[in-house]
């Protein structure tokens, strides 16, 4: 198993800048890919960006794509997302996940909430 515990959000401006990590424990030498998802009240969790741990492939929702950046360190276990020119309907519980395959995200972690005011 994998143990997923998340850090970076808050509240930010739109406009501005946050920075959302996550570190991974356990058995991580197989990990398939690590991806981030997005949570907005009333609303149903969606797909916000993706990273196959070997290799480095992305992949973006169409929502966020030329604002926000996935990124790894493999040496620390550690996956990122950086959210840039934030929107306020960018505003929602923010999790990371991953898997062993080509099958559903298995590992979630906590979630953190990120909060964009206009």
């Known amino acids: 198993q994998v143990q997923l515990v998340e850090s970076g959000g808050g509240l930010v401006q739109a406009g501005g800048s946050l920075r959302l990590s996550c570190a991974a424990s356990?058995?991580?030498?197989?990990?398939?890919?690590m991806g981030w998802f997005r949570q907005a009240p009333g609303k149903e969790r969606e797909f916000v960006a993706s990273?196959?741990?070997?290799?480095?492939?992305?992949d973006y929702a169409d929502s966020v794509k030329g604002r926000f950046t996935i990124s790894k360190d493999n040496a620390k276990n550690t996956f990122y997302l950086q959210m840039n020119s934030l929107k306020p309907e960018d505003t929602a519980v923010y999790y990371c996940?991953?898997?062993?395959?080509?099958?559903?995200?298995?590992?979630w972690g906590q979630g953190t909430q990120v909060t964009v005011s206009s």
């Open positions: 990273i196959r741990w070997s290799g480095g492939n992305t």
């Open positions: 356990g058995r991580t030498f197989n990990i398939y890919n």
């Open positions: 996940a991953t898997r062993y395959g080509l099958t559903p995200y298995s590992y």
